[in-house]
Every structure is written in structure tokens, then in C-alpha cells.
């Protein structure tokens, strides 16, 4: 079992839906969990951070966290063309620790 | 704050030479850096974890003596790739943990392309 799963899509929304995104991990040590999003040809770039059960908002993108579950999901209210990029779910574990990454997902949001 | 300048952007080599990239923290002390390897497609592989003063760590996999990482100082973090060979071109990424906070900041990448 890989430590950060995520379905690789591509996942294709029309402008102005909700593009949600998810993913699961594998080891109950983990802190810290990551949403970011990665244009091709560039390096990743923080979406958002969570930390602790429950949701966390900020603008169009809340994260949601259930570590009992071992899942954490992105949600993308609005969703813009400029949205479209792979998003990459990372978990860290105590410490100072690398980023584990998932595969990455694909979102393309049709104008 | 914590910035991570990463050079050069991208290089293009000839098979059996040898690249230098440089990840330095403009800002912060980074005593932690983290480097990445990422093919297309695919997404960011962990290749070593160097701290300042001390031998890096490498994952299973990684050869030792084909991707040389120094940190010599505390805002400095070097990755040569010896040798370089076709299947060695990938996208390397450095990424350093800001402490205090949980997160972590990214240089932009290299993009390597060995001839």
C-alpha cells in the first residue's frame, strides 16, 4: 500500500462547479497534511495546510481532515479555468520530516 | 519569508559530465533540506534529506555516489549529479522545512536534460 494514495483523473469540471479532490494515507503518525497545486514544468505551490480534524477554509478552497478515516479531501468552490492544474496531497509526519507525496490528481476545468 | 532560490532553472548536459544545483535559503536558516526528483507524469520522489554539517541520508534506491549533496552552511544546499546520463533528466526539486510553523518552502526546480 502506497503511504499517499490519490486518483490520478484526469478529473474534468465545467467552470463554476465544485471540484472536489481526495486522498488517503497509510501511516497513523502522520501530523501535517498539504494541498498543492503543480502547473506543468513548475514547482508545487501551497494550497492549503491542515493540521487537525474537521474543515479548514480559505476563499474558494476548504480542506477537510478525518484522521480516524486517514483521508483528507480539497474542495474547489467556483472552479476557474485557471484552476486546471495536477494537486498534489502531501503528508508529513513529526519532526522535521520530508513531505510524502501522492501521485497527484488533474483537475481541467472546461470554460 | 523562508525563500529557497533554487539555480540553475534548467541545464542541458552531455552524457558523462557532471551538474551542480544550488538550493540556497535567502532568508532563514535551513539546517534540513530536503531534494526531489520528479519525472513526467509522476509525481515528487523523495532522493535524500541533508542537514548542515552532517552526511546526507539517502532513500532505498538512490545511489550515494552518483548524486553528491553537500551542506556545507546552514543557507546553502548543493546536489551534483556525477556522470550524467539520459535517464538521469527529471526535474529536481529542494524543499526545506520552516520551523515553527509545520510548513515547508520549495525552490522553483531544475529541469535536467542530459544529451
Known amino acids: 500500500q502506497k503511504e499517499v494514495e490519490q486518483n490520478s483523473g484526469p478529473l474534468s469540471v465545467p467552470e463554476g462547479a465544485i471540484a472536489s479532490l481526495n486522498c488517503t494515507y497509510s501511516d497513523r503518525v502522520s501530523q501535517s497534511f498539504f494541498w498543492y497545486r503543480q502547473y506543468s514544468g513548475k514547482s508545487p505551490e501551497l494550497i492549503m495546510s491542515i493540521y487537525s480534524n474537521g474543515d479548514k477554509e480559505d476563499g474558494r478552497f476548504t480542506a477537510q481532515l478525518n484522521k480516524a478515516s486517514q483521508y483528507v479531501s480539497l474542495l474547489i468552490r467556483d472552479s476557474q479555468p485557471s484552476d486546471s492544474a495536477t494537486y498534489l496531497c502531501?503528508?508529513?509526519?513529526?519532526?522535521?520530516?520530508?513531505?510524502?507525496f501522492g501521485k497527484g490528481t488533474r483537475l481541467s476545468v472546461i470554460a | 519569508g523562508a525563500v529557497v532560490s533554487q539555480h540553475p532553472s534548467w541545464v542541458i548536459c552531455k552524457s558523462g559530465t557532471s551538474v551542480k544545483i544550488e538550493c540556497r535559503s535567502l532568508?532563514?536558516?535551513?539546517?534540513?533540506m530536503f531534494w526531489y526528483r520528479q519525472f513526467p507524469k509522476q509525481s515528487l520522489m523523495l532522493m535524500a534529506t541533508s542537514n548542515e554539517g552532517s552526511k546526507a541520508t539517502y532513500e532505498q534506491g538512490v545511489e550515494k555516489d552518483k548524486f553528491l549533496i553537500n551542506h556545507a552552511s546552514l543557507t546553502l544546499s548543493t546536489l551534483t549529479v556525477t556522470s550524467a546520463h539520459p535517464e538521469d533528466s527529471s526535474f529536481y526539486i529542494c524543499?526545506?522545512?520552516?520551523?515553527?510553523?509545520?510548513?515547508?518552502?520549495f525552490g522553483s526546480g531544475t529541469r535536467l536534460t542530459v544529451v
Open positions: 502531501a503528508v508529513s509526519k513529526p519532526g522535521n520530516t520530508p513531505l510524502v
Open positions: 524543499s526545506a522545512p520552516i520551523q515553527g510553523n509545520y510548513g515547508y518552502t
Open positions: 532568508d532563514f536558516q535551513a539546517t534540513t
